[in-house]
């Protein structure tokens, strides 16, 4: 099957760079390989465009990226393919559910993070990440007419779950919600998720979903493994994300991702497991 594979598109958090958000020596000469066995490479992430350009940079990808789980689609140069904004209503909706279940809130628009609060859960980290500071704002509802993604954030992870359950049942096929980390709770438009990304990203660059890998650990990279033509689930994914995976590497602090690259799509040993079908 790999032989065939001309795409390989990959999660960032927890799946391409370490839980310190690492991009190590071992990933960035495996995506090298990639390259030079004529293989395209790209990422997809809940992060903004800006959060991704760094490890676009380091990576030298030339492919189009999918920013916001797909909510926004851009080139290596950062200029916009498509992006889908969430509806103001279901926006104002989703904004009472996650405050209903105890979560803070941030808002994304095509420009910039929304926060009520600097010093509020995960922000400083989620600001150490993507590299650039979000905007305090006493509320959100002058910004809801560009809103790219909505995020529920808590320590809480059965609350986040909670709410992603309520999410999906209030909202139905009106958004994608899913869970991008156990403390984060992504919701976009209904095209912006990673299953879209595969679909999207096969027709840009021409190439059939079953040429196309997927690899990543979060219940939202299961849609794009439904997509692709291969799957790989990271060690560190749940026991459930990793039975609808083809295959599972070791952990992203293990170097899950090259060890993916080298043994299920450039050959390599295939000393990993074969998730049973």
């Known amino acids: 099957m790999s032989e065939n594979i001309r795409l390989v598109i990959a999660d960032v958090d927890g799946t391409l760079v370490t839980q310190d ?7 960035i000469e495996a995506v090298n390989k990639l390259r030079d066995a004529d293989i395209a490479f790209t990422i997809t992430s809940g992060r903004p465009p800006l959060g991704m350009k760094m490890l676009m940079d380091a990576l030298a990808i030339t492919q189009p990226a999918a920013a916001f789980n797909g909510g926004v689609i851009v080139r290596p140069d950062m200029s916009v393919i498509s992006q889908s904004f969430l509806p103001v209503e279901i926006a104002v909706k989703v904004l009472g559910v996650i405050a209903s279940h105890g979560l ?5 628009t095509d420009r910039d993070w929304l926060v009520r609060a600097a010093g509020a859960p995960h922000v400083a980290r989620e600001q150490w990440t993507v590299k650039f500071a979000p905007k305090v704002v006493p509320d959100f509802s002058s910004h809801l007419d560009h809103a790219a993604k909505i995020v529920g954030v808590s320590d809480d ?11 999906q049942q209030e909202c139905g096929a009106r958004v994608s919600a899913a869970r991008s980390q156990p403390y984060y709770l992504d919701v976009t438009h209904p095209d912006a998720n990673k299953g ?3 679909t999207t990203l096969a027709e840009l660059l021409s190439i059939p979903p079953a040429q196309i890998a997927t690899i990543g650990d979060m219940p939202n990279d299961v849609l794009m493994f439904r997509k692709s033509g291969l799957s790989i689930a990271m060690g560190n994914a749940s026991a459930d994300v990793q039975r609808q995976a083809q295959y599972v590497t070791t952990s992203n602090e293990e170097e899950g991702f090259a060890k993916a690259m080298e043994d299920f799509i450039l050959g390599g040993q295939r000393e990993m497991t074969r998730v049973a079908s």
């Open 157 to 167: 992870y059965q609350a986040v779950a909670a709410c992603e359950s309520i999410v």
């Open 21 to 27: 958000k690492v991009l190590t020596a071992r990933s």
């Open 196 to 198: 879209h990304v595969v």
């Open 104 to 108: 803070d809130s941030w808002v994304y």
